[in-house]
């Protein structure tokens, strides 16, 4: 992304503002911030994630110059930022949001989603997007050109959420912004599944099945949620049963009244509902 005037406006440091007590620190929070600070002074393990060359070598040396931080990569997208973080996991993730394969508000998801996740910073170009950031849990939203002070007050807030073990939870999905993998929990680490991929999507007890090109992963969204976030690209077939539109073949009717879907990939058949069929007929129609 390229860089904005320096007169654009800095938002507030996310969290400002928001129900915090004026005042002197407690007891704890003093611990906390000299826990921050010993971490600041140890320095932090940093991942720079940035479709610009020019935006992710300025950051390497705004970090350079607050001193004692290291770099210990640096990714054009999302998803390579994902495998670089799974492959050495960094402390703080410097994102930047408009990139291809997956933007940096969907990457974010997906970190904090890992057992042990980064901080994440966003530095984007863009001031509409703070909100969305602020949902995705990150410490910070930098705009650019990113100026150190800035950024190092961002690296002391991403100390103290490690000193303090603030794991936020998984956040939820954006409006408006589906994503363009799903993630499988793999003994603490993360399988990305392109949702272009997905043939169909089934529940079973907590979990849904994802079948895929690749075979089967169980993930912990509920199938309400998916057949929400990807209305335009799964059809109900049945309580349990999402499938992909494209993915439809045909409709058979068993001899004792039961109806199928058969998929094209795999060969899979799928029961329909008597309460879907009406529904799913008409939508065929337009495919």
């Known amino acids: 992304m390229a860089d904005f005037p320096a007169c654009v406006p800095e938002p507030p440091a996310l969290g400002a503002g928001r129900g915090l007590t004026?005042?002197?620190?407690?007891?704890?929070?003093?611990?906390?911030?000299?826990?921050?600070?010993?971490?600041?002074?140890?320095?932090?393990?940093?991942?720079?994630?940035?479709?610009?060359?020019?935006?992710?070598?300025?950051?390497?040396?705004?970090?350079?110059?607050?001193?004692g931080h290291r770099v210990v990569g640096q990714v054009g997208d999302g998803r390579a930022a994902?495998?670089?973080?799974?492959?050495?996991?960094?402390?703080?993730?410097?994102?930047?949001?408009?990139?291809?394969?997956?933007?940096?508000?969907?990457?974010?998801?997906?970190?904090?989603?890992?057992?042990?996740?980064?901080a994440v910073i966003f530095c984007t170009a863009y001031d509409d997007h703070a909100l969305a950031a602020f949902d995705a849990a990150a410490v910070d939203y930098l705009l650019k050109p990113v100026r150190a002070e800035r950024l190092g007050a961002a690296l002391q807030r991403a100390a103290e959420r490690r000193a303090g073990r603030q794991q936020a939870a998984a956040p939820p999905a954006l409006p408006g912004r589906s994503r363009t993998h799903l993630a499988a929990r793999l003994r603490g680490s993360l399988r990305l599944i392109p949702v272009a991929d997905i043939r169909y999507l089934q529940a079973?007890?907590?979990?849904?099945?994802?079948?895929?090109?690749?075979?089967?992963?169980?993930?912990?969204?509920?199938l309400?949620?998916?057949?929400?976030?990807?209305?335009?690209r799964f059809l109900r077939?049945?309580?349990?049963?999402?499938?992909?539109?494209?993915?439809?073949?045909?409709l058979k009717r068993t001899p004792d009244g039961l109806v199928h879907a058969v998929l094209r990939d795999g060969g899979a058949v799928l029961?329909?509902?008597?309460?879907?069929?009406?529904?799913?007929?008409?939508?065929?129609k337009h495919l």
Not at 30 to 49: D, H, S
Not at 98 to 108: F, H, Q, T
Not at 237 to 250: D, G, K, P, T, W
């Open 271 to 284: 029961e329909v509902s008597r309460r879907c069929l009406p529904v799913l007929r008409d939508e065929l």
């Open 82 to 118: 994902l495998d670089a973080c799974l492959a050495t996991p960094p402390d703080v993730v410097l994102l930047d949001i408009e990139m291809p394969e997956m933007d940096g508000l969907e990457a974010a998801r997906h970190l904090a989603a890992l057992d042990s996740p980064p």
């Open 224 to 232: 309400k949620s998916l057949e929400a976030e990807f209305a335009g």
């Open 204 to 222: 079973e007890e907590k979990y849904v099945v994802v079948h895929h090109a690749r075979g089967e992963d169980l993930v912990e969204d509920s």
């Open 237 to 250: 077939i049945h309580r349990n049963c999402l499938v992909a539109r494209e993915q439809f073949s045909e």
């Open 22 to 67: 004026l005042g002197r620190e407690s007891g704890f929070e003093r611990g906390l911030t000299a826990l921050a600070r010993a971490a600041t002074m140890r320095g932090v393990n940093l991942l720079i994630a940035d479709d610009e060359p020019l935006a992710r070598e300025r950051l390497a040396a705004l970090l350079a110059e607050l001193g």
